[in-house]
């Protein structure tokens, strides 16, 4: 899941993360220790590069680096950038003059980029935007500490070598955006998809699967820890495979999910990404048969229409993505379903449009992530297809998906109203001091007012009395 704005933004000198529903989690947990050299870092884009950037703090505390919220006094700025769209590019570019407005200020200071784009553009950072003194890629970050020291001597420190192999299996990462109730655990890298839109096959590499027992370790570790909720992540999770190269035991995601649930029923298990041709009868009876594997599923079908899906090369047609919807429906009837869209890709007519916005009614989307085509050098839609839709038609078109899916979460949340959920506290709501917010199992915020004794990481049961297109309004039931 990506966004097109700056997740992560300095404002008077704390550093808030913006989650996908405008929620605003305040980081904590950085302690600054006045001997230590420390850094600074920004997450741009999916989840998995805020996954990422708590392997490179983890990698960057084993050499000596404590992180901090204030990029003024750091001793290392790093940016973990997004390639998905050129948007995500240009914020980073500015973000980037940013930093280097405060390295005029104290010279010495050390600039990186980590993440898609430095894969993408690799040594042109380097050598034509002379903005940093870091390039590293997603694969790369065992490295930072070697390429610390080649920039700290004056030369610049570039590693976007990607790999097969790479997993970060044995690294724990350290908790940044820490609430200490819910913390992402990345199970897989790359992806083997070829979209023909995306960029991300080519900044992050082949797929490969993380060692399932490190991924259990992990989760029990932060179970013990006092967290009450794991997401799964991975580009394809529904292509996770992994053999035990000791027994020869194969596992798959199924059984992955399966494992993981089993580390304790009061810890819950989501996982992002699904992918449409991959997601099996046996993942659905799996989330079915346990109580704490979250009733919701993103399954991003981006566009509604067979022909406009064959060239963007998603292998499924329309009909193939309603017969996953129906069996999703069959074997978790409460589960919810949310989804990736995009508009006015290449050639895209405006019935094919229309079939975009009848497959939003049609699925009920809770929720959906939506954006108009955005040409990325190097794609299999670059080199094959014209960017044809002029940007006032794709955003047009845009605002349409928009309006429709306002209406379908809308008419989605108001169904709940009456209803009572378990609902897991994240913490205090940023509307009122005086209100809890959580989610339910199918990911939807809850608001309520708070009662003494209660605290995040506590589950409580909720019972809706009021619904916007975004949030479910409610009180604590006995
Ligand atoms: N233009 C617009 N949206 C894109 N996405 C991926 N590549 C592009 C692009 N070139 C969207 C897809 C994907 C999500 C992560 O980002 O919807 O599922
Ligand atoms: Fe990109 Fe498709 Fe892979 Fe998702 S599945 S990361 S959209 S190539």
């Known amino acids: 899941m990506y966004d097109n704005n700056p997740t992560l933004t300095n404002l008077d000198n704390k550093q808030i993360l913006h989650d996908r529903q405008g929620e605003i989690l305040e980081q904590d947990g950085f302690v600054d220790d006045p001997n230590a050299k420390t850094f600074y870092i920004e997450s741009y884009g999916c989840q998995m590069n805020f ?6 703090g983890s990698i960057l505390s084993d050499c000596g680096y404590s992180p901090t919220k204030n990029m003024e006094t750091s001793d290392l700025i790093l940016v973990n950038t997004c390639s998905i769209r050129e948007k995500a590019e240009d914020t980073v570019r500015k973000r980037l003059r940013i930093f280097n407005k405060v390295k005029e200020q104290k010279p010495g200071t050390l600039i990186g980029v980590l993440g898609c784009m430095a894969e993408r553009l690799k040594h042109k950072f380097l050598e034509e935007e002379k903005l940093v003194d870091l390039v590293v890629g997603p694969d790369a970050y065992r490295d930072l500490p070697n390429l610390i020291s080649t920039a700290e001597d004056g030369d610049k420190g570039i590693n976007v070598f990607l790999s097969r192999e790479e997993t970060y299996a044995d690294i724990a990462p350290l908790r940044l955006d820490n609430n200490g109730i819910t913390a992402f655990i990345s199970i897989m890298r790359g992806c083997d998809n070829m979209c023909s839109f995306c960029v ?27 967290y009450k909720e794991v ?19 194969k596992v798959n995601f199924a059984q992955l999910l399966k494992l993981v649930a089993d580390v304790h029923p009061d810890l819950r298990v989501r996982f992002s990404t699904s992918h449409p041709k991959d997601i099996t009868d046996e993942v659905l009876t799996t989330m079915a048969a346990h109580e704490n594997i979250c009733k919701y599923i993103h399954l991003p079908v981006q566009s509604g229409n067979s022909r406009v899906l064959k060239l963007m090369n998603r292998t499924y047609d329309r009909e193939w993505y309603m017969d996953r919807v129906e069996a999703i429906r069959r074997i978790i009837p409460d589960c919810a379903i949310s989804s990736d869209i995009i508009t006015g890709f290449c050639s895209e007519t405006e019935e094919e449009h229309q079939d975009t916005l009848s497959i939003i009614e049609w699925s009920e989307y809770s929720m959906s992530y939506m954006f108009y085509y955005s040409e990325r050098p190097g794609t299999l839609a670059e080199r094959k297809y014209e960017d044809d839709i002029p940007l006032e038609t794709k955003k047009r078109r845009l605002s349409e998906v928009i309006a429709i899916q306002n209406k379908v979460s809308l008419a989605h949340n108001k169904r709940d109203i009456g209803k009572t959920f378990k609902v897991l506290i994240e913490g205090t709501s940023k509307k009122s001091e005086l209100d809890f917010k959580g989610r339910n199992t199918q990911n939807k915020m809850l608001v309520f007012p708070k009662k003494a004794g209660l605290a995040p ?10 619904a916007t297109s975004a949030t479910l309004i409610g009180s604590l039931v006995e």
């Open 51 to 56: 996954s990422d950037s708590e392997i490179v």
């Open 200 to 226: 991300v096959p080519f900044t992050r590499g082949r797929e490969r699967s993380r060692n399932a027992f490190s991924i259990v370790s992990e989760a029990t570790d932060l179970y013990t820890k006092g």
């Open 231 to 249: 997401t799964l992540l991975g580009q394809n999770v529904d292509s996770y495979k992994w053999e035990n190269p000791e027994t020869g035991q």
């Open 457 to 466: 990481g506590d589950y409580v049961r909720v019972k809706v009395s009021d």
